[in-house]
């Protein structure tokens, strides 16, 4: 027992002190858990706080849907791939331990468990670089669980917290491929890295590989078919590892396949060499470019610039590692190798998520600089080089008071602590000094690593776009309270927006609406909806809830929550169309809709209005389209497809705020009195004013936000509108921006919807089962929209691909039809499933095998063998790691 105690200490102290320091630099912030700051900023208040609260949701039975669909998001979606995403960190399961209510605390704890454990396995990784005192270990630990990406990246997204551990974790495995050992044991570590999550674990075995590759190149002790049996087993066991975590490949790859084009992004080039410099320095901000995020506190950052001073290292390694930090760094700030670290795609925001790796090769360094002992003149030269670095850096955007305050009070207690631990090994100073450098050196990474991330959460502060997101506060709690009063799934949807607390309300605080916001959103889905008349942001990353009542209609909605005034909002009735109905006109629908009009041309090229695809979606003419007449302001320009309005001019005086674009275009219309006016012009940015009220219009014309469908007002008993479009620069709208509901058309048109409903309708997990009208013929129409993986059965016939009506589920019945039955199956799922059984099966032979070829080899001695507890102790290495690699 004392030994495993002795193992664990070292990897719990660097848990304890780096888990720790994180906690005290919220408490002193104020941030949640500890004080009233919430962390929700940006994608943890927008993707991870909603995704765990489904988690919660699918763990306790109180949802609809399963791991494979997900029906309350973007009016049903896949699931697989968000959960094989966002939700596969090991510690993001504990959130089914709390209350739905408190969903944002384990969301935390998935943070700091992942910063402790990781801080845990860099200290165990380090012992098997080269052996040492834990305690010193743990210190330099400590700085790569708190290093820069995770205090200014990783936090906000738990899911990439799992790369923090997947880093030593294949490191360790891949030790043991060097000692050719625990094949079985390293393929399992590999296989729990890509699970957790495959995109930083693919970064994080990159690095692992560059390192193992430079320890073999080390080793010129080693022969060098050792070393190609040891490249041989890491190369098996990557392989077999990353097999068993095949679902998560295969099934990421086609929902990425399938999903909406993420906005184009482009590298705008290396930054200067200082400001990427200045970025080891601790403390310090980003300025307004950005950066690798990579310093690792100050002991780190005196020993890897002591390290190249350092005597004891031999030449070849110390040219060797600070070969490979430079490297990896050059590689950071290059596009084709940045390529090469985000899976040959640049991401969409900061080109520098693998910027956990460098810190951890910083810390590798750091530690071999320390465990070999480095004398008092090497380590002032290192300070030397520290301090030469902060002064040329002195005028660099991120290097702020923060840095300095690092630098020189945490700088000198940690020289001072390095120093003392020097001359304690050439005994040149008492004993008790040996005793308390290593306890000094702790509590200034405490302290200092408390203060770091202290200080980049206020200065994240100051930074509007990293304002939190309500989540499940008051008003999200009454929201939900709400909308499960009305709700009455699956007989219609009972839809959260538009009124928004975060991007994925559906998952946040229940009920069945548009919005969704993931990498994952289909192109099918969001060119759908879009097309019906539903806003999106993001380029249709995130959809949104349709706002008019015919998309209301014909996806089925029969509440939704609606703002009322500032912070206030309420759920209204609507009139839902049934979701499922069978029609005779859509007979020939299928994949691809193909169909034509009278022209012979393909009907989904056809040119046409928001408000004709709504009604063929809907199976009725129900809107009056009138012709605009330009009626007062700058005469607008007609142009293919629309009008293109000129630049605003000076504002009206008196205007104020509420007028900032002066008296822009206004145009009239003519509808039948009592009707209902709705406008539609996706990519107009600026406001609509009409019928004594206006809204604001938030589009762009590059396509990255669109409008939905809005409502003016009713029509006045003249019958004319008079619609004011007013904004920035010129403006384009579309032909026929305007649409009119006539009195009761739309009511008629749902109850013969309802008439060809069908006679019972139920979902399950991620299927659906109808029951139609005897003899039903045509096809059978469903208010989803199509995403490829459903697979249907008419009469329980064999199951076949369903297609698409005006981008939603159709299914051809043929003739006779009464039972329809669907089932949807993520894509890759059964590829992915049969690369994980082969790698099982490669694992399962090698366990099995590996002991009989160790008995077989093993020669047969019958003597008896005495060995004493002293041989024992001579025989095993000293310290928490085992021998370590040449």
Request: hydrophobic residues 45%; proline residues 9%; contains cysteine.
């Amino acid at each position: 027992m004392r030994p495993i105690i002795r193992r664990l200490a070292a990897p719990g102290l660097a848990a304890l002190l780096s888990m720790g320091a994180y906690c005290l630099a919220l408490a002193l912030h104020g941030g949640y858990p500890f004080g009233g700051r919430s962390r929700a900023v940006n994608d943890l208040g927008n993707q991870f706080v909603p995704f765990h609260a489904r988690l919660w949701d699918l763990l306790h039975g109180t949802t609809s849907g399963d791991l494979f669909f997900n029906w309350s998001s973007g009016y049903g979606v896949p699931f697989l791939a968000d959960f094989l995403t966002y939700l596969m960190n090991p510690f993001s399961w504990l959130v089914g331990l709390f209350p739905r209510h408190l969903v944002e605390f384990p969301v935390f704890l998935v943070t700091l468990l992942s910063i402790g454990l990781g801080a845990a396995l860099m200290t165990v990784f380090l012992g098997r670089l080269r052996p040492g005192p834990g305690l010193l270990r743990a210190p330099l630990a400590v700085g790569y669980g708190l290093c820069a990406w995770v205090l200014r990246d990783g936090f906000a997204d738990p899911m990439w917290m799992w790369g923090l551990v997947s880093l030593p974790m294949t490191g360790i495995a891949a030790d043991w491929c060097l000692h050719r050992r625990r094949w079985v044991a390293g393929t399992l570590l590999v296989a729990l890295a890509w699970a957790g999550n495959f995109y930083t674990a693919a970064m994080a075995s990159l690095a692992t590989a560059l390192v193992l590759l430079l320890r073999l190149a080390l080793a010129s002790g080693t022969p060098v078919r050792d070393r190609l049996r040891s490249l041989g087993r890491a190369v098996s066991m990557a392989a077999v590892g990353i097999a068993l975590a095949a679902p998560a490949l295969t099934v990421t790859l086609e929902a990425s396949r399938a999903a909406q084009p993420a906005p184009a992004v482009s590298y705008p080039g290396p930054p200067q060499l200082l400001d990427q410099l200045a970025q080891l320095l601790p403390g310090g901000g980003r300025g307004a470019q950005e950066l690798p995020d990579v310093f690792v506190g100050m002991p780190g950052l005196l020993l890897v610039a002591a390290f190249p001073l350092v005597r004891a290292v031999p030449v070849r390694a110390r040219v060797g590692w600070c070969v490979l930090a430079a490297a990896v760094a050059g590689s950071f700030v290059w596009e084709p190798t940045i390529l090469l670290w985000h899976g040959f795609a640049l991401p969409n925001g900061s080109p520098f998520r693998a910027a956990f790796v460098l810190s951890g090769i910083l810390v590798m360094i750091a530690w071999l600089a320390l465990a070999h002992r480095p004398r008092a003149g090497e380590l002032a030269g290192g300070a030397a080089l520290v301090a030469l670095l902060a002064w040329a850096c002195r005028d660099r955007p991120s290097v702020g008071t923060p840095t300095w305050v690092l630098l020189a009070g945490g700088g000198g207690v940690v020289l001072g602590a390095l120093l003392a631990l020097a001359a304690a090994r050439r005994r040149a100073v008492p004993g008790a000094v040996g005793t308390v450098a290593p306890a000094a050196l702790a509590c200034a990474v405490l302290f200092g690593s408390t203060y770091a991330a202290y200080s980049l959460a206020a200065l994240r502060d100051e930074i509007a776009w990293f304002r939190p997101k309500a989540t499940l506060g008051p008003r999200a709690l009454a929201a939900r309270q709400g909308l499960a009063a009305r709700d009455d799934w699956p007989r219609s949807r009972s839809d959260p927006g538009p009124h928004e607390f975060a991007d994925n309300d559906p998952l946040l605080i229940g009920g069945e609406g548009g919005s969704y916001y993931s990498s994952y959103v289909p192109a099918a889905t969001a060119r759908t909806l879009r097309g019906l008349g539903a806003g999106w942001y993001i380029n249709g990353r995130h959809t949104l809830s349709l706002e008019d009542p015919v998309g209301r209609a014909l996806i089925g909605v029969s509440s939704y929550l609606a703002p009322r005034g500032p912070g206030r909002f309420a759920v209204r009735p609507a009139a839902p169309g049934p979701l499922l109905t069978v029609r005779g006109d859509i007979a020939s629908a299928g994949p691809g809709e193909r169909r034509t009009d009278g022209s012979g041309r393909p009907r989904a090229a056809r040119a046409e209005s928001v408000f004709a695809r709504q009604e063929r979606a809907l199976g009725a003419k129900v809107y009056e389209v009138p012709a605009l007449a330009p009626a007062a302001g700058p005469a607008p320009v007609r142009t293919l497809g629309g009008w293109t309005l000129p630049a605003a001019g000076p504002p009206a005086p008196g205007g104020g705020p509420d007028d900032p674009y002066g008296p822009g275009t206004t145009f009239t219309a003519r509808c039948t009195p009592g009707g209902t006016a709705v406008w539609y012009a996706p990519w107009f940015y600026g406001k609509v004013s009409a019928l004594g009220g206006w809204s604001w219009a938030i589009g762009r014309r590059d396509g990255t936000t669109a409008n939905p469908v809005r409502t003016l007002g009713a029509v006045p008993a003249d019958g004319t509108l008079s619609v004011r479009f007013a904004g920035p620069g010129r403006q384009h709208v579309p032909e026929h921006p305007i649409g009119c509901l006539p009195p009761r058309g739309l009511s008629a048109a749902v109850a013969a919807r309802r008439a060809g409903g069908p006679v019972k309708w139920n979902t399950s997990g991620h299927g659906l089962v109808a029951e139609l009208p005897p003899g039903s013929s045509g096809s059978a129409l469903f208010a989803l929209p199509a995403v490829p993986g459903w697979g249907c059965s008419v009469d329980g016939g064999p199951s076949r691909g369903a297609g698409s009506f005006a981008g939603l589920l159709a299914v051809p019945l043929g003739s006779g039809a009464s039972r329809l039955s669907c089932v949807y199956t993520p894509p890759g799922l059964v590829p992915g499933l049969a690369a994980s059984g082969a790698g099982v099966l490669a694992l399962a032979a090698v366990a099995l095998l590996a002991p009989l070829r160790r008995r077989r080899d093993a020669p047969f001695d019958a003597s008896p063998q005495i060995v004493t507890i002293h041989q024992i102790c001579q025989n095993h290495p000293s310290g928490d790691g085992d021998r370590a690699a040449p």
